[in-house]
T-cell receptor, first 109, second 115 residues
């Protein structure tokens, strides 16, 4: 079976850093995705990790440890527009994505 | 990234009717998927739309309820049949392949409300 866990909600202050953790137990692993989803909009691709280590893209970084079944998304220099849900998804056999429940991040001034 | 459009963007339908949602991509893609996002929930995969063959459905989803077509490498449709209020959701298509390998991009979604 597939099990992907991430916190339901996080609150942080503008300009700060927030780390969203994702743990997974899946049958098969072909990579892990992070998506951003603003209310009422479609998910937007943020990052894809298939090898262990850190991938950095501007203010956003994503880390993967396959042996631990663990990933995190790091958001630096938070801005108000970063208030959104962040979805962790694992790609398994057949290129199918299984999503975690999503983490709603609220950025306060 | 892929440019994906969906029609309609939203609809309000009566119980017992059916709605067909279209997904169009700006270039040929190998794989197309259909997801459902119920209110306040994350995304759940309905099926993989295979070009030239029947769709592959996930547990809990059946062809009679969600028939899918994939006539070519840029287009797919999902029909929500005999709708009930429980079908009220956002339906999204996603694509991967043919230059977008390893990454799945999502269409803007179709917001369906069933009365």
């Amino acid at each position: 079976g597939q099990n992907i866990d991430q916190p339901t909600e996080m609150t942080a202050t503008e300009g700060a850093i927030v780390q969203i953790n994702c743990t997974y137990q899946t049958s098969g692993f072909n990579g892990l995705f992070w998506y951003q989803q603003h209310a009422g909009e479609a998910p937007t691709f943020l990052s894809y990790n298939v090898l262990d280590g850190l991938e950095e893209k501007g203010r956003f970084s994503s880390f993967l440890s396959r042996s631990k079944g663990y990933s995190y998304l790091l958001l630096k220099e938070l801005q108000m527009k970063d208030s959104a849900s962040y979805l962790c998804a694992v790609k398994a056999a057949g290129n199918k994505l299984t999503f975690g429940g999503g983490t709603r991040v609220l950025v306060k001034p | 990234s892929a440019v994906i459009s969906q029609k309609p963007s939203r609809d309000i339908c009566q119980r017992g009717t059916s709605l067909t949602i279209q997904c169009q991509v700006d270039s040929q893609v190998t794989m197309m998927f259909w997801y459902r996002q119920q209110p306040g929930q994350s995304l759940t995969l309905i099926a993989t739309a295979n070009q030239g063959s029947e769709a592959t459905y996930e547990s809990g989803f059946v062809i009679d309820k969600f028939p899918i077509s994939r006539p070519n490498l840029t287009f797919s449709t999902l029909t929500v049949s005999n709708m009930s209020p429980e079908d009220s959701s956002i339906y999204l298509c996603s694509v991967e392949g043919q230059g977008y390998t390893d990454t799945q991009y999502f269409g803007p979604g179709t917001r369906l409300t069933v009365l």
